[in-house]
C-alpha cells in the first residue's frame, strides 16, 4: 500500500489549480485518515491561478478561496462572541464530590474536574484534538475516554489517569470506535468498532488491563450500525442496539457465554424506533423507548419472554421521550421528553412506574443527565437561548419522586456579554404546500428578531440530518448575526425533521426528497406576509444536510434569495453515496435512496444541485473539511467547480485538518468572520 507520506508527497510535487481547489483530484483517492498520521501540507503566501486567488493561514491548514482579508474592524466586533465558552457535564468522580466536564480554554475542548459549586475547572486533557465520549469506571478513579485526529471520525479509545494525566490507547488506532459501555463490576468494556474489516458496526468487548482480549461480542450482518447499551448484573448478558434508520431500530439481547443473540424489540419489516434504557433485574425485563403503538417515542417496559410487547409508561404525553437513565440502585428513573422542541425532565419510580415533572428546571435543553454514585444527586447539561450550556445539580430525596434544590456548577465565560439581552426565538408555524388530512400541512419553525420595526434582512438557517431537528438553545452566531448584521433568523423544522412524530420524519424520504426544499419556498411565501421582514434580502444557511438544502435552495428559488452559504453540504447523491465511509453508506441509502437501484439513480441525479448549477444565480459560500468522512471534500470541490464555470461568485474555505465541520478554534473564528463578511456584503449591504 502507498504510504501516507508519499501521497502528501505526491501532492506537494503537482501544487495544480485543481489540488489548490479543494484537493479534489487525490481526495476521491486517498485512504481514509487514520489516527497516526503525518502533518497536514503547508502552503505559504498568496498564490492565484486563473481567476482563483488562493491564500493559506493557520499553518496552512485552511486554504482560502476568492475570500477577501477579513477586515480588522470585523475581528473586533465578534471578538466577544467568539470568546463564549460552555461546560457540559461528562462524569461524576468516583467518590461523588466532584464532577467532570468538557470545556475549552485553550483550541479546542478538554476534560476538566470540578470540586465544588462554581469551583475552578482543573484541566486534565492536553491533546490537539478534542475529547468525545467519557465514561467513567466503577469502583475506580479512571475514565474512558475516545479521540479522533484532524475531525476523521475514526476515534480510538483511551484510558486515562486522571491524577497523572496519562492515557493509554486501547483499540488498534486504525479502526472507527465508540458508543463504551462498562459492566457493573468495572472489569470489561464493551464497544462499537469497525475492526474486523473497516466497514461492520460490530459489538466488541474487552478487558482493558489486556488489549489483547479484545474480542467480537456481535458481529454486523450487515451495512447497519452495532453498539452496546447496559450489561446485565452478573455480566454474562448485555442489551445490544442496532439502528437501521432514523425510523428502524432495534434491541437485542446477547449471550456472553454462549455467543447467541435475539430479537427483543424490532425487526425485519416492522420499522420502529426501539432505543434499549436498562435492564430490570428486578423483574426480568427491560426499559426502552419505542414508538410501536404510538406516533411518538415512549418509555416502556417489556418482558425478556419471546413475543413480549411493550408496556407503555407514559401514554399520556403526546411528545416524544428523548433519553432515559435509571439509578445505580435500580430505584428510581430519570426521563426527559422533547415538548415541540422544550426539554422537561421527570423523576419515575421504577416500582410503581409513578412519574413526576421537574418544575425547578429552567425552559431549555436537558441531557446528559446522570445519577452520582449514592444516588443522591442527578448532574445534567443545561442550555437556554441566553445561557450557553453548563453543568447542573439537582438534590435528590428519600422518596423516588422527591427532589430539592438545582445547584449550578458551572458558570461558564460569556465575552464580557449580557446574555440577558440576547433575543428569544418565538415558535410560529406556517402554511406549506400540502395537506395533514383535512387541514393545511404547518411547518414550524423557531424565529428571532433583532430590535425595531424593521424590515430586517433574514437568514434562513437549515438544520442536518436530514432527522435534526432545530430547537431553541443558546447560539452566540445567531446572536452575532442579530446584534452585528441586524439579521432576522429562521430555523425552520421542514419535513423530515424528528420531534413531531414518525409520519412527519418520513414525508422527506425516497422520492419525496425535494418536498422539504418546497417547505423552503413556503417559508419564503410566509416571509412575504410579514412586514418587519424584508422579501428582497434573504440569505440560505445549513450544514451538512442543511447544505443540501442551501444548495438545492439556490436551485429552486434564486430569484428570490440573495446569498447562500453551504458547510460540508451534498451537492450530488450519487457521488456522495459511492465515496462516503464504508461504514456509513447503506445507513445512508435508507435515507436517501439507493443509487445502485436505476429508477432511483436516475431520481437522485435529477435532483442533485450538481446537476442544476445552471439554475442556481445566487453568490455562494462554501465550507469543508479536508477530512470529512461523511460528506466527501469531492462533494465541495466539484460544486465549487461547476459553479465557477458558470461565473458565478464562490467563496470556498476547505480546512486540511477538520472533518465534518470545524472544531479547531483557530478554523472556526476564521469561518465565522468570513461568513459575517460574506453575509454584510451578499445580504446585508446588497
Known amino acids: 500500500m502507498t504510504s501516507w507520506r508519499c501521497w502528501w508527497c505526491r501532492r506537494r510535487s503537482a501544487p495544480t489549480r485543481a489540488t489548490l481547489r479543494g484537493w479534489n483530484v487525490f481526495a476521491a483517492l486517498r485512504p481514509p485518515l487514520r489516527f497516526a498520521r503525518v502533518g497536514a501540507l503547508l502552503l505559504v503566501g498568496s498564490v492565484a491561478f486563473g481567476e482563483v486567488s488562493t491564500r493559506t493561514l493557520n499553518d496552512g491548514n485552511l486554504v482560502l478561496e476568492d475570500i477577501p482579508e477579513i477586515p480588522q474592524q470585523v475581528l473586533l466586533d465578534l471578538s466577544r462572541y467568539q470568546n463564549v465558552r460552555s461546560a457540559a457535564f461528562r462524569s461524576w468522580a468516583p467518590d461523588g464530590k466532584s464532577i467532570y466536564v468538557s470545556t475549552r480554554f485553550g483550541d479546542v475542548s478538554s476534560i476538566h474536574r470540578v470540586d465544588m459549586p ?64 462498562w459492566d457493573r463490576r468495572g472489569t470489561r468494556i464493551a464497544f462499537q468498532s469497525t475492526r474486523r474489516n473497516g466497514a461492520s458496526n460490530d459489538v466488541w468487548i474487552m478487558d482493558p488491563d489486556d488489549t489483547s482480549s479484545a ?58 424506533v426501539n432505543i434499549a434504557v436498562a435492564f430490570d433485574d428486578a423483574n426480568e425485563g427491560f426499559w426502552l423507548i419505542t414508538d410501536q403503538v404510538s ?14 410487547t411493550p408496556e407503555i409508561i407514559t401514554a399520556d404525553i403526546p411528545w416524544d421521550v428523548s433519553g432515559a437513565t435509571i439509578s445505580h440502585d435500580r430505584e428510581r428513573m430519570v426521563f426527559v421528553t422533547n415538548e415541540d422542541g422544550m426539554s422537561h425532565v421527570y423523576l419515575m419510580d421504577v416500582v410503581s412506574r409513578e412519574y413526576r415533572r421537574v418544575d425547578s428546571i429552567p425552559t431549555g435543553l436537558a441531557g446528559g443527565m446522570q445519577f452520582s454514585p449514592d444516588d443522591r444527586r442527578l448532574a445534567m447539561t443545561l442550555n437556554t437561548p441566553q445561557t450557553p450550556s453548563d453543568t447542573y445539580v439537582l438534590d435528590l430525596g428519600q422518596n423516588a419522586l422527591e427532589y430539592g434544590d438545582l445547584t449550578r456548577w458551572t458558570d461558564s465565560e460569556v465575552g464580557g456579554l449580557d446574555t440577558t439581552t440576547f433575543r428569544i426565538p418565538e415558535l410560529v408555524h406556517y402554511p406549506t404546500f400540502d395537506e395533514d388530512g383535512d387541514a393545511q400541512r404547518e411547518i414550524p419553525a423557531w424565529v428571532y428578531k433583532p430590535a425595531g ?29 442579530i446584534d452585528k448584521l441586524g439579521v432576522a433568523v429562521i430555523q425552520p423544522n421542514v419535513r423530515g425533521s424528528r420531534g413531531y412524530g414518525k409520519t412527519y420524519v418520513g414525508l422527506d424520504n425516497g422520492f419525496r426528497r425535494e418536498d422539504s426544499v418546497k417547505d423552503i419556498g413556503a417559508l419564503l411565501d410566509w416571509i412575504e406576509t410579514q412586514p418587519d421582514l424584508d422579501q428582497e434580502r434573504v440569505a440560505v444557511f445549513g450544514g451538512s444536510y442543511g ?140
Open 118 to 181: 462554581l469551583g475552578a475547572r482543573r484541566q486534565i486533557t492536553f491533546y490537539e484534538e478534542p475529547v468525545g465520549g467519557i465514561a467513567a469506571q466503577p469502583g475506580s478513579d479512571k475514565l474512558i475516554f475516545t479521540r479522533d485526529a484532524g475531525g476523521s471520525e475514526f476515534a480510538q479509545i483511551f484510558l486515562l489517569d486522571p491524577e497523572t494525566g496519562e492515557a493509554q490507547m486501547l483499540s488498534d488506532g486504525e479502526s472507527r470506535n465508540g458508543a463504551v459501555v
Open 547 to 686: 447544505g443540501y438544502m442551501v444548495l438545492a435552495s439556490a436551485v429552486h428559488f434564486s430569484d428570490r434569495l440573495t446569498a447562500a452559504v453551504d458547510i460540508v453540504g451534498i451537492s450530488n447523491f450519487v457521488t456522495f453515496l459511492e465515496n462516503t465511509q464504508d461504514y456509513r453508506r447503506d445507513l445512508r441509502r435508507v435515507e436517501y435512496g439507493d443509487e445502485r437501484d436505476p429508477a432511483m439513480r436516475a431520481h437522485l441525479e435529477k435532483i442533485s444541485p450538481l446537476n442544476n448549477v445552471e439554475q442556481i444565480s445566487v453568490p455562494m459560500f462554501i465550507v469543508q473539511g479536508e477530512n470529512d468522512p461523511r460528506v466527501p471534500v469531492t462533494e465541495a470541490a466539484q460544486v465549487v467547480e461547476a459553479l465557477r464555470e458558470q461565473g458565478h461568485t464562490v467563496w470556498y474555505m476547505n480546512a486540511l485538518n477538520e472533518g465534518h465541520g470545524y472544531r479547531k478554534r483557530e478554523n472556526r473564528d476564521i469561518y465565522q468572520q468570513a461568513t459575517v463578511l460574506f453575509l454584510k456584503q451578499h445580504l446585508v449591504d446588497d
Open 295 to 308: 406516533e411518538f417515542n415512549q418509555l416502556a417496559w417489556q418482558a425478556m419472554e419471546p413475543d413480549s
Open 453 to 481: 420595526k424593521g424590515p430586517h434582512p433574514v437568514v434562513i438557517s437549515i438544520h442536518g440530518g436530514p432527522e435534526g431537528q432545530a430547537r431553541p438553545s443558546f447560539s452566540s452566531t445567531y446572536q452575532m448575526w
Open 215 to 272: 474480542e467480537i461480542a456481535l458481529p454486523s450482518p450487515d451495512g447497519s450500525w452495532w453498539g452496546p447499551a447496559e450489561f446485565s448484573a452478573s455480566g454474562s448478558k448485555l442489551l445490544a442496539a442496532n439502528y437501521v434508520s432514523v425510523a428502524d431500530s432495534r434491541v437485542h439481547l446477547v449471550d456472553l457465554d454462549t455467543g447467541t443473540n435475539r430479537v427483543l424489540a424490532g425487526g425485519e419489516g416492522k420499522n420502529s
